[in-house]
């Protein structure tokens, strides 16, 4: 069995309650989503007091708890009929009855009633229907009542004592039973009128700290503050007795953790003394500093939630603007931790209704962000929730960005985009098909580049250990390559035939010592040749070395020609030159240098007659091949125009 209280809650809120109550869950509110599967696994008999809700709020709470038996009090100024095929029935609940209500101011009385007494009680029965709080008012008169007649017993005494007397001699000779009843008999009843509306009389035989908190109740409209507050609002010392003394008397009763008044009460009070605007003067004040108290435990916020909202509505009577703001921008956050979402709500709209009457434009704007937050809270699953929450920090924007606060405004609109992720329509996963032809790009734009463990490990130090080896080796090819290129520069090898000496590329034969070249209709031909000793070039693997050869016309046709290598630069930026290798029987000549720049291309001619070209001796064996690659121009100096030179 679960018992909840329903003052000043609404659907959600008993809802969150019955949660709380069947799951140890502290702290966490589920979605409208969440909540009904949570609570279909709840059977209990639930039993709700003082609820103000109509038949629809109450069928949405039956239908998320469907295996739980429901025993609804509505309250006094509930409505709302039910709807047609509801679970709940009304049953018209009577009163006590005649001898159970006897009994029952009885036992409150403290005594057994006398005849006359009897007699009254049963006409209260019969004007009240037998409701229990009458009686419970009841017995407080006839304790008033015994209070009179113990104030007369204790006259009498004094006066004997004093004075002395026959007839009070006889009087003290009498059972002391029977005198007091005689004194009481003096003292007369209320009439049933006034013991079917009480209050006014209850009211009189207060004690003065009793008073001050009820009138103080009044004001907050019927929430009395519970007792450890009562000091520091209405100077009280005592505010348990005083709060045990007003529900005794029928005029307060605890509900929810704290106290209120009774059925009645307040609207007689209310026109019988009207609000005290000076008992809540103060309440404002304290109420800000308490909730924000970092001792102040959420359970306790959640019990004087309804005094909050008492004191929030008491400052608006009493037209203290300043104090409304403070105590609603301090209490919603509050609230809203305590899981209280309905009492939040209305914080906020008071607070917002209290600020746009006032025409405070940047306390406007901030009540409208909070209660786009609270219905950002209730949009899953909740389509009126998502249009509350739009609308209010559209609102909440245009109002920041018109007094220019920019940070504020930043953040409703990061509410608002908030907001627009949950409107989105969920993706539905691909297919297990469409997974596999997902495209390459896709796959590779969701990895990240470079790889993180590829540079895993590295420090700097590290990093520049490896450049400089990189630096150390090209130096060293660098060198080599200068060595080798500077030391090249030899003849051709004998015995004839075709070798590559450096850089430089010597044709031959053993019957012909100038090598025969064939014309062809460029004016230049590049002359490919693998060397092994062009080493200079290709050491380091990223050198080629290039030599210019130039066919020049002898006085003789049995001279041949002859292949003149041009300088080329080397790796290290030096140029360097080969001589000629001369015919046989002809003097040696010095080698002409020829510019890097080509020459111009001629047109194409006949080609000239071509002796019979001499075979070429095949590589010696000796002579390894080079690694890289070099490329040999050559470009004609003469008349005639230029061949190809064969190569091995």
């Given at each position: 069995?679960?018992?909840?209280?329903?003052?000043?809650?609404?659907a959600?809120d008993?809802?969150?309650?019955?949660f709380?109550?069947?799951?140890?869950?502290p702290?966490?509110?589920?979605?409208?989503t969440?909540?009904?599967?949570?609570?279909?696994?709840v059977?209990?008999?639930?039993?709700?007091?003082?609820?103000?809700?109509?038949?629809?709020?109450?069928?949405?709470?039956?239908?998320?708890?469907?295996?739980?038996?429901?025993?609804i009090?509505?309250a006094?100024d509930a409505?709302?009929a039910?709807p047609?095929?509801?679970?709940?029935?009304?049953?018209?609940?009577?009163?006590?009855?005649?001898?159970?209500?006897?009994?029952?101011?009885?036992?409150?009385?403290?005594?057994?009633?006398?005849?006359?007494?009897?007699?009254?009680?049963?006409?209260l029965?019969?004007?009240?229907?037998?409701?229990?709080?009458r009686f419970?008012?009841a017995?407080?008169?006839?304790r008033?009542?015994?209070?009179?007649v113990?104030?007369?017993?204790?006259?009498?005494?004094d006066?004997?004592?004093?004075?002395g007397?026959?007839e009070?001699?006889e009087?003290?000779d009498?059972?002391?039973?029977?005198?007091?009843?005689?004194?009481r008999?003096?003292?007369?009843?209320?009439?049933?009128?006034?013991a079917a509306?009480?209050?006014?009389?209850?009211?009189?035989?207060?004690?003065e700290a009793?008073?001050v908190?009820?009138?103080?109740?009044?004001?907050?409209?019927?929430?009395?503050?519970?007792?450890?507050?009562?000091?520091?609002?209405?100077?009280?010392?005592?505010?348990?007795?005083?709060?045990?003394e007003?529900?005794?008397?029928?005029?307060?009763e605890?509900?929810?953790?704290?106290h209120?008044?009774?059925?009645?009460?307040?609207?007689a009070?209310?026109?019988h003394?009207?609000?005290?605007?000076?008992?809540?003067?103060?309440?404002?004040q304290h109420f800000?500093?308490?909730?924000?108290?970092?001792?102040v435990?959420t359970?306790?916020?959640a019990?004087?939630?309804?005094?909050?909202?008492?004191?929030l509505?008491?400052?608006?009577?009493?037209?203290?603007?300043?104090?409304?703001?403070?105590?609603?921008?301090?209490?919603?956050?509050?609230?809203?931790?305590?899981l209280?979402?309905?009492?939040?709500?209305?914080?906020?709209e008071?607070?917002?209704?209290?600020?746009?009457?006032?025409?405070?434009?940047?306390e406007?704007?901030?009540?409208?962000?909070?209660?786009?937050?609270?219905?950002?809270?209730?949009?899953?699953g909740?389509?009126?929730?998502?249009?509350?929450?739009?609308?209010a920090?559209?609102?909440?924007?245009?109002?920041?960005?018109?007094a220019?606060?920019?940070?504020?405004?930043?953040?409703?609109?990061r509410l608002?985009t908030?907001?627009q992720?949950?409107?989105?329509?969920p993706?539905?996963?691909?297919?297990e098909?469409?997974?596999?032809?997902?495209?390459?790009?896709?796959?590779?734009a969701?990895r990240s580049?470079p790889p993180?463990?590829?540079?895993?490990?590295?420090?700097?130090?590290?990093?520049?250990?490896?450049v400089?080896?990189l630096?150390?080796l090209?130096?060293?090819?660098?060198?080599v390559?200068?060595?080798?290129?500077?030391?090249?520069?030899?003849?051709?090898?004998?015995?004839?035939?075709?070798?590559v000496?450096?850089?430089?590329?010597?044709?031959?034969?053993?019957?012909?010592?100038?090598?025969?070249?064939?014309?062809?209709?460029?004016?230049?031909?590049?002359?490919?040749?693998?060397?092994?000793?062009?080493a200079?070039?290709?050491?380091?693997?990223?050198?080629?070395?290039?030599?210019t050869?130039?066919?020049?016309?002898?006085?003789?046709?049995?001279?041949?020609?002859?292949?003149?290598?041009?300088a080329r630069p080397?790796?290290?930026?030096?140029a360097t030159?080969?001589?000629?290798?001369?015919?046989?029987?002809?003097?040696?000549?010095?080698?002409?240098?020829?510019?890097t720049?080509?020459?111009?291309?001629?047109?194409p001619?006949?080609?000239?007659?071509t002796?019979s070209k001499?075979?070429?001796?095949?590589?010696?064996?000796?002579s390894?091949?080079?690694?890289?690659?070099?490329?040999?121009?050559a470009s004609?100096?003469?008349s005639?125009?230029a061949?190809?030179?064969?190569?091995?």
């Amino acid at each position: 069995m679960i018992q909840l209280c329903g003052h000043r809650r609404d659907a959600d809120d008993l809802a969150q309650d019955l949660f709380t109550a069947a799951f140890q869950a502290p702290g966490f509110r589920p979605d409208h989503t969440q909540l009904p599967e949570l609570l279909a696994t709840v059977g209990a008999v639930v039993v709700i007091d003082e609820v103000a809700q109509g038949g629809t709020e109450l069928e949405e709470l039956l239908a998320r708890a469907p295996e739980c038996a429901f025993l609804i009090a509505p309250a006094a100024d509930a409505a709302g009929a039910l709807p047609a095929g509801s679970r709940l029935e009304d049953h018209a609940i009577g009163g006590l009855t005649r001898p159970a209500c006897l009994a029952l101011t009885a036992r409150l009385a403290g005594r057994l009633l006398d005849e006359a007494e009897r007699s009254w009680a049963v006409d209260l029965w019969f004007e009240s229907q037998g409701l229990p709080l009458r009686f419970v008012q009841a017995a407080a008169l006839l304790r008033r009542r015994d209070l009179a007649v113990d104030t007369l017993l204790a006259a009498e005494e004094d006066r004997q004592s004093l004075f002395g007397g026959g007839e009070q001699e006889e009087a003290a000779d009498q059972d002391p039973a029977v005198r007091e009843a005689e004194l009481r008999a003096s003292v007369p009843l209320p009439s049933v009128a006034q013991a079917a509306a009480p209050t006014l009389l209850l009211i009189e035989g207060l004690g003065e700290a009793a008073e001050v908190v009820l009138r103080l109740a009044v004001t907050l409209g019927g929430e009395c503050p519970t007792a450890p507050h009562l000091p520091a609002l209405i100077d009280v010392d005592h505010g348990e007795s005083a709060l045990r003394e007003l529900v005794e008397c029928g005029l307060a009763e605890s509900i929810g953790g704290h106290h209120r008044l009774t059925e009645g009460v307040l609207k007689a009070l209310t026109a019988h003394w009207g609000p005290d605007e000076r008992s809540t003067e103060g309440a404002a004040q304290h109420f800000s500093w308490w909730v924000g108290h970092g001792s102040v435990s959420t359970e306790q916020i959640a019990a004087e939630a309804e005094v909050v909202l008492g004191a929030l509505h008491a400052d608006r009577s009493a037209g203290r603007t300043d104090a409304v703001l403070h105590l609603a921008r301090a209490a919603a956050p509050a609230l809203a931790l305590t899981l209280r979402w309905g009492a939040w709500r209305q914080v906020l709209e008071l607070g917002l209704e209290v600020a746009r009457q006032s025409g405070r434009s940047r306390e406007e704007a901030w009540f409208r962000h909070e209660l786009g937050a609270y219905w950002l809270c209730l949009a899953e699953g909740a389509p009126a929730g998502r249009t509350a929450a739009r609308s209010a920090l559209e609102a909440a924007c245009g109002l920041r960005g018109a007094a220019g606060d920019s940070r504020q405004l930043l953040a409703s609109r990061r509410l608002l985009t908030l907001l627009q992720e949950t409107e989105r329509v969920p993706v539905e996963p691909e297919a297990e098909t469409q997974a596999i032809r997902r495209p390459v790009i896709r796959v590779l734009a969701q990895r990240s580049w470079p790889p993180a463990g590829l540079l895993r490990g590295w420090s700097r130090r590290n990093a520049l250990l490896a450049v400089g080896g990189l630096v150390a080796l090209s130096a060293v090819g660098t060198a080599v390559a200068i060595g080798v290129s500077g030391g090249s520069g030899g003849t051709a090898p004998a015995g004839g035939g075709t070798g590559v000496n450096g850089s430089l590329l010597n044709v031959g034969g053993s019957g012909n010592t100038g090598a025969t070249a064939s014309a062809s209709g460029s004016a230049s031909a590049p002359a490919a040749a693998s060397a092994s000793d062009s080493a200079s070039a290709t050491a380091s693997g990223s050198a080629s070395a290039s030599a210019t050869v130039s066919v020049s016309p002898s006085a003789g046709a049995s001279r041949g020609r002859t292949a003149t290598p041009t300088a080329r630069p080397s790796a290290s930026g030096s140029a360097t030159s080969t001589p000629t290798q001369p015919a046989p029987g002809q003097p040696a000549q010095p080698a002409p240098t020829t510019t890097t720049a080509p020459p111009p291309v001629q047109p194409p001619s006949a080609p000239p007659t071509t002796p019979s070209k001499a075979p070429s001796a095949p590589p010696s064996p000796s002579s390894p091949t080079a690694s890289g690659s070099a490329s040999a121009s050559a470009s004609s100096t003469g008349s005639s125009p230029a061949a190809p030179v064969s190569s091995p």
